[in-house]
């Protein structure tokens, strides 16, 4: 079973940047889709960010797209998510998740909804000022 921990966030200004790490342990990620997540207070749990299995397809909503990247190391079984142009609407703990289901197994799967995860960390604050 994986075991996931993300770590990167803080306060930054408007405009700013963070990247947020994701390391896993326990298991090898290789096998699995990854994702990122943000939760803000009162608010459902939001798609960010997606990956394949081998790193060759990523997948973004169009509200962050052009402004996050996602990335894995499969061979430092990390995953990361870069956080450029922040907004104050950006605001909200970010959470990686692996998608570990053997339906899910294929290099070609990616997941854009909570329920196709399995695995979660414990999230990381990122907190955007005006």
């Known amino acids: 079973q994986v075991q996931l921990v993300e770590s990167g966030g803080g306060l930054v200004q408007a405009g700013g940047s963070l990247r947020l790490s994701c390391a896993a342990s326990?298991?090898?990620?290789?096998?699995?889709?990854m994702g990122w997540f943000r939760q803000a207070p009162g608010k459902e749990r939001e798609f960010v960010a997606a990956?394949?299995?081998?790193?060759?397809?990523?997948f973004y909503p169009d509200h962050v797209k052009g402004r996050f990247t996602i990335s894995r190391d499969n061979a430092k079984n990390t995953v990361s998510l870069e956080l450029s142009l922040l907004k104050p609407d950006d605001t909200a703990v970010f959470y990686c998740?692996?998608?570990?289901?053997?339906?899910?197994?294929?290099?070609?799967?990616?997941?854009?909804?909570?329920?196709?995860?399995?695995?979660w960390g414990q999230g990381t604050q990122v907190t955007v000022s005006s």
């Open positions: 326990g298991d090898t990620i290789s096998s699995y889709a």
């Open positions: 990956i394949n299995r081998s790193g060759s397809i990523k």
């Open positions: 998740a692996a998608a570990t289901a053997t339906t899910h197994g294929s290099n070609y799967y990616i997941g854009r909804a909570p329920r196709e995860y399995d695995r």
